[in-house]
């Protein structure tokens, strides 16, 4: 990096982590939201009309993406808000927090919903027609997620500290909670 003409970081978080390791001036550079304009296919969105209103979280399902803290804070609220209703879209990280999450669904298969991998022009629809997306990383720097998300429109929670609060103006474009806290995101989702 030193060697480098510039340094290029797509979020203040990524961009003080490393000024203060290297001294460098890092500028950040915000990626640009594009939709692919060949059209949408809604077929999944319509299979699932049954579980609206939902929340969506869709990204590589795993531990730092917050699978496992999206399980605890969802099973309570499934006994305490009857309408709530997940589903979940993307990739199976290989950790045991995925194995946490996708039991929700055999727990309350009418409530939550494993969705698999779906291309972008599958996605998106599914994406519009949640009640709001939930993102609960750990870690994360400016997550694509998020920005589609936003980008179509959609309410996005997610935590403080990591890039979400960059994006989201709390209690306007979405819900951030406090980063790797159950009680919080539990908070958040009901909010």
């Known amino acids: ?8 970081a797509p979020s203040r978080f990524l961009a003080h982590h490393i000024a203060a390791r290297t001294n460098l001036d890092v500028r950040v550079v915000r ?32 531990r730092l993406k917050g699978a496992g803290l999206l399980a605890e804070a969802v099973t309570p609220l ?3 808000l009857p309408d709530l209703h997940l589903i979940v879209a993307g990739p199976e990280g290989g950790d045991p927090t ?12 009418h409530r939550v919903h494993h969705a698999g991998i779906l291309p972008p022009h599958v996605l998106r629809p599914v994406i519009r027609a949640a009640r709001a997306v939930v993102l609960p990383s750990l870690a994360d720097n400016l997550p694509n ?13 997610g935590p403080n500290g990591v890039s979400f609060d960059e994006l989201i103006t709390d209690g306007q474009s979405g819900v951030l909670f ?5 009680a ?7 909010r």
């Open 178 to 182: 406090e980063l790797g806290n159950v």
């Open 184 to 190: 919080s995101l539990r908070q958040a989702i009901a």
């Open 78 to 80: 499934l006994d305490e």
């Open 145 to 157: 997620t998020c920005l589609e998300a936003m980008g179509l429109g959609q309410v996005v929670i």
């Open 98 to 109: 995925v194995a946490q999450l996708m039991s929700l669904e055999h727990r309350a298969p």
């Open 31 to 62: 990626p640009p939201f594009y939709v692919d304009p060949d059209g949408e296919d809604p077929t999944v969105a319509r299979k699932l009309a049954g579980f609206v209103p939902y929340l969506l979280f869709f990204g590589r399902i795993s």
């Open 1 to 8: 990096m030193r060697r480098a003409a510039a340094v290029y």
